[in-house]
């Protein structure tokens, strides 16, 4: 999100950093529902080095544009600052949901992994649903709204159920046929504009060959995002690796909404997101129930110590939510996110 240099509120500055960005990356950078908010959508990467290059130029970009205009770019769920300015983005799909839905400030990370074809991802989709409440979890980032603690590590979580009547964890799916009835249904009764406006936690892209993970906040910094990128890639894979020998988990959609409920409620610190297939313990060991899983893709990748040192990071850190809070009441969350956003790391 875009915010005063000074003061604590957001301003409508996208079209002015947009003009300041370097026109190589300009493609890169994307307007979101408000004129507050800026969204950067990298190229594809085959590694972490790739990925953190990319992240590092582009939010440098942006940060470095915003800054020549006189704004901030802070890279949060919601906005830890009471002004928030809530103009509409002046394009067709903007106004349609804001005027279907309502103008909502949520800012949050979508990881895109290939898959070869529909089929394919409708089964991928079935195996990662039942463990994303622990990437929900782990990269709780807002617990702020307009300024006030929400009492949750996600407010943006709630905030995007509450206003989107799709954001809800991902239905299992019989078939791809299955997936389109579903989405179709939606647009039938007037809920979304089209496939992209169908918000599931995870779905297949209705513009790349890739599922789309979509629970997470955005993250405070590069290594926060790459953490989540490696672990949804290496997720993905695992469910590659058993499209056509075994079928997801059919959970509950009721048990999983309530897992993604107290993901977005207790964040890393929750004492359980009563996941029976992540072992019993906190949200902290399911979250390494989670990397044990995922391992043998992890190595397969090269990703295996960097993404061991990233979560003894984020454990010895703590999660955005939690440092955000932290520091709210010695010298307030600028300073927090203002370091992360721009150097990449989740501490000084």
């Known amino acids: 999100m875009l915010t ?18 370097p026109a190589g990356i300009r493609p890169y950078v994307q307007p979101e529902l408000l004129k507050c908010q800026i969204e950067i959508a990298g190229p594809p990467a085959t590694c972490i080095e790739e990925l953190r290059h990319s992240l590092i130029d582009l939010r ?3 940060v470095n544009a915003a800054d020549r205009v006189g704004a901030r770019v802070l890279a949060a769920g919601t906005s830890p600052f009471p002004g928030i300015d809530y103009e509409i983005t002046d394009r067709s799909r903007m106004r349609w949901a804001a005027d ?5 400030l949520t800012n949050g990370l979508h990881v895109h992994v290939g898959v070869p074809d529909a089929e394919t991802g409708i089964k991928v989709l079935n195996y990662i649903r039942p463990w994303l409440p622990v990437l929900h979890a782990l990269s709780a980032n807002s617990p702020f709204v307009s300024g006030v603690d929400s009492g949750h590590a996600s407010s943006r979580s709630v905030l995007w159920e509450s206003s989107r009547p799709s954001a809800r964890p991902t239905p299992y799916f019989e078939s791809p046929s299955h997936y389109r009835d579903l989405v179709a249904a939606y647009t039938e009764r007037g809920e979304s504009l089209d496939e992209g406006m169908v918000y599931w936690y995870s779905r297949l892209s209705s513009r790349y060959p890739t599922v789309e993970l979509r629970m997470s906040d955005v993250s405070p910094s590069v290594d926060e995002t790459i953490l989540i990128a490696a672990l949804s890639r290496a997720l993905v894979g695992m469910g590659l690796s058993s499209a056509g020998r075994r ?3 059919r959970w509950d959609e009721r048990l999983l909404l309530k897992a993604h409920r107290t993901a977005a409620r207790d964040g890393l610190d929750g004492a359980s997101l009563t996941l029976e297939h992540c072992g019993p313990g906190t949200a902290r060991q399911q979250v390494i129930g989670l990397f044990r899983h995922v391992k043998p893709e992890l190595q397969r990748h090269g990703d295996l110590t960097v993404v061991a ?3 003894r990071r984020v454990f010895t850190l703590g999660s955005g939510s939690a440092r955000q809070r932290a520091l709210h009441q010695v010298r307030g969350v600028q300073g927090l996110l203002d370091h992360a956003t721009l150097r990449g790391q989740a501490g000084p």
């Open 4 to 21: 005063d240099r000074t003061a604590p509120c957001s301003v409508r500055s996208f079209d002015e950093v947009v003009s300041e960005i």
């Open 247 to 249: 079928p997801g988990i």
């Open 100 to 104: 279907r839905y309502g103008a909502v």
């Open 309 to 311: 040192s990233l979560l």
């Open 60 to 62: 440098g970009a942006v």
